[in-house]
């Protein structure tokens, strides 16, 4: 043996002495020294609490996480989070359970991404002036004397101050009286907000209940990507995504683009944006019982006319079980003929409800800004916006050139941080204090997780510091030092009842107003589009959104939901109007509207309509965004919403397009002869009725579950002898395809909790993006308008794992438990085993990505400490959150207790808004895994190859409307309905 | 000194005539001096320029391997689904080469085929430069190859983690180390007695010391030709085995998988015949160059090049019908995964290379057939150029499976980087540096036994008991 040869305890060695310091030994030293003083840095907290290590406070435990619940406040809905800190460094974001918004504790995608946000090193860092670094007091000292002499003041904010923000923003205008405040958002659904505000009389939003929703219509509605409040949205929708179950629901989309929701569809329809009204109008007709102008206008514009029947049969059928949504970008007369639908469906109060909000809640036109600036300000101070890059439409930094004094508060040197004259580094959200209106009658509230890393100081506490100095009598302002303080006060709670506030995130009940009557409202017709102009679509990215996360490099290496297009924003458009343009994935195109005119590479995508060419806005930084520098292209000079445009083929050499995924049908082909591969399978209502009249018999007897009578399913036979996994713990995960939206979230989640780099777009388009889970898209049926099927994929933790048989070093293992385990420091990178997994789900350091990427101390500060940082030349893939599972079990050993099923909970899951992951232990009798696997809709991803995957897979049924399920009996071995092959 | 030995055998018993002995002794002279004429004079211009050559391409590996080792696999064009590269397509594509040289030297030497003796030699050197140009690409595939070096050995370690006998690879590690070693110790047996005669002609005291030491004491006695010619015989019989196993483990790698295209059983006899298939046309490839500039052409004759172009169709046949039977196989299978790696290996995005690989591996061989293409050099020589680039591209062809495997969403093609070419291109200058420096320094033919086949040089009539 070799423990007997080799002396493990060796009593011999000396301790080296400081002369005999070998130069190991020095370089050891040295780099302990280096070590600590790292550490220290890293113990971060809000300067009020700050405590020697030794004396450290009972909860804190070195190594051990806190979770503190706050409020995110980043995005256009507060949604109440978890921010999971260790040693003082916040390292995850989770949903907070229990929240009136998103009580099940979900989080999007960029709640998941925003700790990078908070780490970023391009953060500015020093108040400057001129170029200069200048202290906080010179920078306070000369706005207020700006201030103070100035007649007229412009403050512009985002919308989404909370509360007390907005208390003391009344107290700043009362002491600057030239003040004007002015709420400006890059791509905000404000012409929708006005269009509600005529309609149903009052400032607020429609909001949803779809779990009481049998039939959804959506007229451009990205709900469950981009629009509105999507984690109430998918929550609800996902709730109606049970094949067989009373309350299945089904989706029509009519849109132009291809979008996430476009994507989970039963039925689709693809519109031409600005032929909505029509359609709105023709289904408002339709459904009061006069189908002829809808006949007409399918007939004219080529919408099919059976869906469109088929849709207003069952909306007529499911009234009060059917709600109508329409895009923000959508006419005004188009939201005036939803409202109505809305009401004949009798939707209020079942489906959809209402959030009043303040006026102030929607933005100002970005014209009025451009006016208030033409107007000669003195002073004007932007607070947490980038007009000068995003502006519709104007030359807003030209404009702002003219204006004597700029303040500008940002967390980066933006394109408006750079122009202004005194540029001020903000605190991030996560460094705040702050408060947010959740809903109507709840408020949310935020608290900071570590002092701020790079000196900024939060907006408030700039207004508060300038009102303080502009009214030093203001008696109440006094005593308050901060806007902490101020928060406080204005909450005005006893310090236990504010801290159990703290513990809990908000405070107040949701009033779940319902959707009041609408008024009739005679909205301009829109004028029909002008021959030979398209669409253009200027939309929110599904993980940028509107460029406030132009910087994030975790988003803009997330892939686009439908086309997998990483690090660039780019005119998608239907294949054949490519063809038709004469160009291909690559090529460029000139846009032009509004006057304006922008160069966009092209990417042809199935589904989008052929009038309609969709880009995404916030790209094309110059300046603040780190790796989002030089990223795309602005498409803000065309104007926003979607306007009308000319598109033109333009010259210049192909451009390098980095997608995450080329191939998009399964059932792809080098002839003309499909291959049936069954991967992501699905099947219709029929054909699933058929089956559950007659479950026939598999070879070995069990009965066969919906998607194995698909394929032709084999007897296999086990070579190796069987591992018994009967005993302890057998984990296993479940991934529903009915509600998966392919939204990202888990993505993110994954990242985050794993500490995955990001790799940049060159690596991408080489095929070395490092995501362990992936969202593959699947499109099967015409190139106009293909059915989606998403299939999440992610190490199939294998059984029979043919990546551990390959590998020549025992550098991936299984555990007792079933995991596949990846031992980093063993590996030594033959990549033999990514070539033997048949999922293709692991993932190489082809460089040494996290090393030659972390170009700042303060970014090492974002990994969580419990997953190891890899190298170079090191496989990784999904563990199965196999910390996770750790830190549960010690926990349940340390109480003596069992592992409760359903206990550890993985970061996909744990983001997963539509609940579509399930995590357990496949050896708990009637347990989530067992229950999973038993479904008549499971299946495994390539089970016919033996390797035993655990993660298994319930088939999507596209519940097609029975006129139109295009099923019939005999029709078997259909594993993606739609037969005919894939656009590309 | 001694005089060659076969003349002191013969020589003991003069059963002929004193001027036929004469003549052979003259003749077995000539062969000496004509066979190590290369040796003793000053490199020619052609020789240094073509070393030269040779040397730009091994800096260009040594470039590209130094680079590829400091900065990372990322260099190349390898990515998510294709692992392997260019690197392993190089690795399988010399030990490939290698096999002629066994085969040669072993079995046709066991089978007593007396017309390898003047390619054996070159063949076997052949064999070994192709080996350590082969051994590179394993280690410096490697994401970490400071690590790889040691922890594919089972070598004892403090935390007992063992290497993984499941893995082809280590397999590959067993079956290429024990290849390299026996083919050199077999080679450098085979050395000994031209060493020696190298060493009794050398004028200069250096050279005397160098040929004398690498000789190990040689002279040339009865015992000494006894042991020699047992241990020979061992080490032929011993490499023999070696022949079909180095290249079917080889063929493991990718048989043990579960990708398509990979995962069949007809590999091991598909890439024993393929290597040397591959392994000929090398040889033969360098050895036309070789008897034409070291003017060895009544050595090596052109019936030694018609029998190795035989071999070379007869292994040209092998191929094909194993490149038709995989297709038949994955048909026949009505495993859609199947069906699709090989329609997709020969029109997907990497169809030129398989028509590429079947032209010439298997259409233009075909032309092997005519005896006047066999026999002469210009029609042939084509030929076997197009072999080494056909096998090049099977190779590759092969390992391209992995760009389209199960799931459609990760496919993804493979692109090549200077850094893959350079490798490429680096393999060769870094063989034809060892060749040319062989060439010099070493006797390209086995100069004692092409002596024992030289005309006259056996004992003939009755008398011999």
Redesign the interface.
């Known amino acids: 043996m070799?423990?007997n040869?080799?002396p493990?305890h060796d009593d011999h060695v000396d301790p080296p002495s400081a002369a005999a310091m070998s130069r190991r030994t020095a370089m050891k030293m040295f780099s302990l020294t280096a070590m600590m003083g790292m550490v220290s840095g890293c113990i971060r907290k809000p300067t009020r609490h700050i405590v020697a290590m030794h004396d450290r406070p009972e909860y804190q435990q070195p190594g051990m996480p806190l979770y503190y619940a706050s409020t995110w406040t980043e995005g256009s809905h507060p949604y109440g989070m978890l921010i999971k800190q260790i040693d003082g460094r916040p390292i995850k974001i989770e949903g907070l359970e229990g929240h009136p918004l998103n009580p099940n504790g979900k989080s999007t995608a960029q709640m998941q991404a925003s700790l990078f946000g908070l780490y970023d090193p391009e953060r500015l860092r020093s108040p400057q002036q001129g170029g200069q670094d200048i202290t906080w007091p010179e920078a306070d000292k000369a706005v207020a004397d700006a201030l103070r002499g100035a007649r007229r003041v412009l403050v512009v904010t985002r919308t989404t101050l909370g509360p007390s923000e907005q208390a003391l923003l009344a107290r700043f205008r009362k002491a600057v009286p030239g003040a004007q405040h002015m709420a400006y958002e890059p791509a905000q659904d404000r012409d929708r907000r006005l269009a509600w505000q005529q309609i149903y009389g009052a400032a607020g939003e429609v909001t949803t209940k779809l779990e009481n929703a049998k039939v959804v219509l959506s007229l451009d509605a990205d709900f469950l990507g981009t629009d509105g409040d999507t984690l109430t949205n998918a929550r609800g929708f996902a709730e109606t995504r049970v094949p067989g179950a009373a309350n299945f629901s089904r989706l029509y989309v009519a849109e132009g683009g291809m979008t996430g929701t476009g994507s989970s569809a039963d039925h689709r329809i693809p519109v031409r944006p600005s032929t909505s009204a029509e359609l709105a109008a023709g289904l408002l007709a339709a459904l009061g019982g006069s189908s002829a102008a809808l006949s007409a206008s399918a007939t004219k514009h080529g919408w099919d006319a059976k869906v469109l029947q088929a849709l207003v049969k069952d909306l007529n059928a499911n009234k009060g079980k059917a709600a109508v949504l329409a895009g923000p970008h959508l006419p005004a007369a188009v939201h005036g003929a939803v409202a109505q639908m809305n009401a004949m469906l009798g939707a209020s109060g079942t489906t959809l409800g209402w959030n009043a909000t303040p006026a102030a809640a929607i933005a100002s036109a970005p014209a009025d800004l451009a006016k208030a600036i033409a107007a000669g300000p003195e002073v004007v101070i932007f607070l947490g916006v980038n007009p000068v890059h995003d502006m519709p439409g104007a030359d807003f930094g030209k404009a702002l050139e003219a204006v004597p004094m700029v303040v500008a508060q940002g967390l980066t040197a933006d394109e408006t941080v750079s122009a202004a004259t005194i540029a001020l580094p903000a605190a991030h959200a996560y460094e705040s204090w702050n408060d947010a209106t959740v809903t109507d009658g709840v408020t949310g509230i935020a608290q900071p997780m570590v002092a701020p890393l790079f000196g900024g100081r939060q907006d408030a506490d700039s207004l508060l510091a300038w009102t303080k100095a502009l009214a030093p009598d203001d008696g109440a302002l006094k005593a308050t030092k901060d806007f902490h303080g101020f928060l406080q006060a204005r909450w005005g709670l006893a310090q236990d009842k504010w801290e159990a506030l703290l513990r809990k995130g908000y405070a107040g009940t949701a009033k779940n107003a319902a959707l009041p009557a609408p008024r009739e409202v005679a909205f301009p017709a829109p004028a029909a589009p002008a021959a030979g102009t398209h669409d253009v679509v200027l939309a929110l990215h599904p993980q940028t959104v509107d460029g406030r996360f132009g910087g994030n490099a975790w988003l803009l290496e997330t892939p686009e939901s439908c086309n997998k297009v990483v690090w660039d924003n780019v005119a998608a458009m239907a294949p054949a109007t490519a063809r038709a343009l004469g160009v291909s994935e690559g090529d460029w195109v000139t846009v032009e509207a509004n006057g304006a005119s922008v160069k966009l590479p092209v990417v042809p995508q199935p589904g989008v309509q052929k009038d309609t060419i969709v880009t995404h806005v916030g790209y094309g930084r110059t300046q603040g965004a780190g790796h989002g520098v030089g990223v795309g292209v602005n498409v803000a000079p065309l104007g926003s919403g979607v306007v009308a445009g000319k598109v033109s083929k333009a010259g210049g050499d192909k451009y390098l397009i980095a997608k995450t995924?080329?191939?998009?049908?399964?059932n792809?082909?080098?002839?003309d002869q499909p291959?049936?591969?069954h991967?992501a399978i699905s099947g219709t209502p029929k054909a699933y009725e058929a089956y559950r009249k007659d479950v026939p018999d598999g070879p070995d007897g069990k009965p066969l579950s919906f998607p194995d009578t698909q394929k032709h399913k084999l007897a296999l036979t086990q070579i190796d002898p069987e591992v018994d996994y009967s005993k302890g713990h057998k984990w296993g995960l479940a991934i529903d395809l009915n509600k998966c939206t392919g939204c990202h979230a888990c993505l993110l989640a994954c990242q985050s909790e794993n500490n995955i780099v990001i790799v940049g777009k060159e690596?991408v388009a080489?095929?070395?993006?490092m995501s362990w889970i992936?969202i593959?898209?699947?499109e099967a049926g015409p190139e106009e308008n293909p059915n989606i099927l998403l299939?999440p994929?992610l190490c199939q933790h294998c059984d029979n794992a043919?990546c551990e048989?390959?590998?020549?070093?025992?550098a991936t293992a299984h555990t007792p438990e079933g995991l596949n385990d990846q031992i980093y420091n063993?590996?030594?990178?033959?990549?033999?085993c990514?070539?033997?997994c048949?999922?293709?789900v692991?993932?190489?350091?082809?460089?040494?990505y996290t090393g030659e990427q972390t170009t700042d101390p303060v970014q090492e500060l974002r990994a969580n400490p419990h997953v190891t940082v890899r190298t170079?030349?090191?496989?990784e893939k999904c563990t199965f959150c196999v910390q996770r599972i750790n830190a549960v079990k010690f926990e349940a050993a340390n109480k003596h207790v069992d592992v409760e099923d359903g206990a550890v909970v993985t970061a996909c899951q744990q983001a997963c808004p539509s609940d579509a992951i399930v995590f357990g232990d496949a050896n708990v009798k009637g347990g989530l895994i067992e229950t999973a696997r038993g479904g008549d809709l499971a299946y495994h991803?390539?089970e016919e190859?033996n390797?035993r995957p655990n993660v298994t897979y319930g088939a999507r049924i596209r519940n097609a409307h029975p006129d139109l399920d295009d099923w019939k009996p005999g029709a078997h071995g259909h594993g993606h309905d739609g037969d005919k092959k894939g656009g590309h | 000194m001694n005089p060659p030995p076969p003349d002191s055998s013969t020589l003991e018993e003069p059963v002929v005539d004193s001027s036929r002995a004469a003549k052979l002794q003259a003749d077995l002279r000539k062969l000496d001096a004509d066979i190590q004429a290369p040796m003793e004079s000053f490199p020619t211009q052609r020789w240094l320029g073509a070393f030269g050559l040779a040397q730009i391409g091994a800096v260009i590996f040594l470039i590209t391997f130094v680079y590829t080792i400091a900065?990372?696999?990322?260099v190349w064009?390898?990515?998510?689904?294709?692992?392997?590269g260019f690197a392993i397509t190089n690795f399988v594509f010399w030990i490939g080469i290698g096999h002629a040289g066994t085969l040669i030297s072993a079995i046709l030497y066991l089978l007593r085929q007396k017309w390898r003796t003047p390619i054996a030699r070159f063949a076997e050197a052949m064999t070994i430069f192709a080996v350590i140009v082969a051994l590179q690409f394993p280690l410096v595939?490697?994401?970490?190859?400071w690590?790889?070096a040691y922890?594919?050995l089972p070598l004892?370690?403090?935390n007992?983690?063992?290497?993984?006998f499941?893995?082809?690879?280590?397999w590959d590690?067993f079956a290429v180390s024990t290849y390299a070693l026996v083919s050199i110790m077999f080679w450098y047996t085979g050395l000994i007695p031209d060493l020696a005669a190298a060493r009794d002609r050398a004028q200069h005291r250096v050279r005397k010391l160098v040929y004398g030491i690498l000789s190990l004491g040689w002279k040339g006695s009865n015992r000494a030709w006894q042991h020699y010619e047992k241990a020979y015989l061992l080490f032929a019989g011993l490499s023999t085995p070696l022949v079909l196993s180095v290249h079917s483990v080889v063929s493991f790698?990718f048989a043990?998988?579960?990708?398509p295209g990979w995962h069949t059983t007809i590999f091991p006899p598909y890439f024993v015949a393929g290597a040397v298939f591959s392994g000929f046309a090398m040889v033969a490839t360098l050895i036309i160059i070789m008897r034409k500039y070291f003017k060895l052409q009544h050595v090596i004759t052109l019936d030694h090049l018609d029998l190795m172009n035989r071999i070379v169709l007869v292994t040209s046949l092998m191929v094909g019908y194993a490149y038709m039977m995989e297709l038949f196989i994955a048909w026949y299978s009505g495993v859609?995964?199947e069906?699709?790696a090989f329609?997709?290996r020969a029109?997907?995005s990497y169809?030129w290379a398989y028509a590429i690989m079947v032209t010439c591996n298997v259409i233009l061989p075909q032309l092997l057939w005519f005896k006047k293409i066999r026999r002469t050099i210009k029609f042939m020589y084509p030929i076997v150029i197009a072999v080494n680039i056909g096998m090049w591209f099977e190779r590759f062809v092969i390992i391209m499976a992995?760009h389209r495997?199960?799931?459609?969403?990760?496919?993804?093609?493979f692109?090549p980087t200077w850094v893959d070419y350079g490798m490429l291109i680096g393999s060769f200058g870094l063989f034809f540096t060892l060749l040319l420096l062989f060439c010099r320094f070493l006797p390209t033919v086995a100069i004692a036994e092409a002596k024992m086949d030289a005309p006259g040089a056996q004992p003939t009539g009755g008398h011999h008991e």
């Not at chain 1, 792809?668 to 002839?671: D, G, N």
């Not at chain 1, 080489?766 to 993006?769: A, I, K, L, T």
């Not at chain 2, 595939?141 to 190859?145: D, F, L, S």
């Not at chain 2, 007992?160 to 993984?164: F, Q």
Request: net charge positive; hydrophobic share 40%.
């Open positions: 070799i423990s040869e080799v493990i995924q080329h191939v998009f049908d399964q792809a082909s080098v002839t291959m049936e591969r991967i690596e080489v095929g070395r993006d992936r593959d898209r699947y299939q994929m043919p048989t390959v590998c020549p070093v025992n063993r590996c030594v990178g033959t990549r033999y990514g070539n033997n048949p999922y293709k692991r993932r190489f350091n082809f460089f040494n170079r030349g090191v496989m991803v390539l190859i390797v | 900065r990372g696999i990322g064009g390898n990515n998510n689904p294709v692992g392997w595939h490697t994401g970490r190859p690590l790889a922890w594919l004892p370690n403090a007992n983690i063992w290497v993984n499941r893995s082809p690879l280590l590690v790698d043990t998988s579960v990708i859609v995964f069906r699709f329609m997709n029109m997907g169809g992995l495997d199960y799931l459609p969403s990760s496919w993804h093609d692109t």
